[in-house]
């Protein structure tokens, strides 16, 4: 008996909210002992009427769609690695850093390096001065044209040595590649070097793509170049991608096919974000309503046909959003007249005039 007049004064204060918590306490009483409630202040003609605004509930057709879960990524993204080994001598950049393409990442210990080449500049200009003395004798036809050969072919090693130094020496300083955001540190001023190591991770947020895996039963309904709606918890609003690319191999452990969206610079929009991509695979029939047709109490979504110049309550069960409108799945009919502004101040029974 006690858990019945609570779900009635629960109801009750849901339905009636401008009640007071004695009044639907009382009314509880009264409906559980059998006798008639006292109507509410609405249905007494006590309450003034509301000035409010109407629209008809419609029946509309909308695209059904499936949801592929996708993730935001950057089109042009990078893993910069050393290209040699040597000891991290300094590394200027932090996370979030924007850095231009030739801007230094990490700086390597060479001293082997420039030793390397300043050897290898030593034995050129001795090769350079032994080239000289036998090209001399060669015109003066006082050595043979073998070891003038031989000599040639030396100070052109050489030369190649040298480049070569100068080439390694040039990789001791690791540059970014192209314009973009740090966007991971993969190492520290200290640590060890090593090719194909990852120093850090570097990515332009210019240009974004969507990537995701589309199931091979509905990948027919995805063509290159088509526009899609794509759906981002972080944001209040779609975003249109456009095909960029489809896979033409699957995954055979999950039967789907990796398919790319190009999307536009987006307030908001950022890589690695999780998102929805809304796939069209066909048409649907539903009544829909605008949104700020629907008050919630609670745990209830209520809302107010006008019937009669009176606002009456009605509670409803509601489903996707489309745009400005919501999708009604239960508790109201097409054609009903409901209440789109100045609902939330309503009480059922309430007088209104339409403005």
Excluded at 102 to 115: F, H, P, S, T, V
Excluded at 320 to 329: M, P
Aim: hydrophobic share 45%; charged share 25%.
């Amino acid at each position: 008996m006690k858990k019945s007049m609570q779900s009635q004064t629960v109801l009750s204060s849901a339905l009636w909210p401008g009640l007071p918590a004695t009044g639907i306490l009382a009314a509880a009483l009264l409906a559980g002992c059998g006798k008639p409630a006292h109507p509410p202040a609405a249905e007494r003609g006590d309450l003034p009427a509301a000035p409010v605004q109407v629209q008809k509930v419609e029946s509309k057709s909308r695209p059904h769609t499936e949801e592929v879960v996708g993730t935001v990524r950057a089109k042009v993204r990078s893993t910069v690695a050393a290209k040699l080994s040597g000891r991290i001598q300094d590394m200027p950049v932090v996370l979030g850093q924007r850095v231009m393409a030739g801007d230094l990442i990490a700086r390597l210990d060479a001293a082997e390096i420039k030793a390397r080449l300043e050897q290898a500049e030593a034995a050129l200009e001795q090769a350079e001065r032994d080239w000289k003395r036998i090209a001399a004798l060669f015109e003066q036809q006082a050595t043979t044209r073998a070891e003038y050969d031989a000599t040639d072919a030396r100070r052109r090693m050489a030369a190649a040595a040298v480049a070569e130094a100068r080439a390694t020496l040039a990789h001791a300083e690791v540059v970014a590649p192209f314009e973009g955001l740090i966007t991971r540190k993969w190492a520290e001023a200290g640590d060890l070097a090593q090719p194909g190591k990852p120093l850090v991770d570097l990515e332009n947020p210019a240009a974004l793509q969507v990537e995701a895996d589309v199931p091979e039963a509905i990948l027919a309904r995805v063509q290159a170049g088509a526009s899609l709606s794509i759906r981002v918890d972080a944001l209040n609003h779609e975003v249109r991608g456009t095909v960029a690319e489809i896979a033409p191999a699957g995954d055979p452990a999950s039967r789907s096919f990796r398919v790319k969206l190009d999307v536009p610079a987006t307030p908001g929009l950022m890589a690695g974000q999780f998102c929805r991509l809304l796939l069209p695979v066909g048409e649907v029939q539903s009544l829909r309503t605008p949104a700020s047709a629907i008050v919630r109490r609670g745990q209830l979504e209520i809302a107010f046909v006008v019937a009669d110049q009176r606002a009456v309550l009605h509670l409803v069960k509601t489903g996707n959003r489309v745009g400005d409108e919501i999708e009604i799945l239960s508790g109201l009919n097409s054609g009903d007249t409901v209440v789109v502004d100045g609902a939330e101040r309503l009480v059922d029974g309430q007088p209104v005039v339409v403005k």
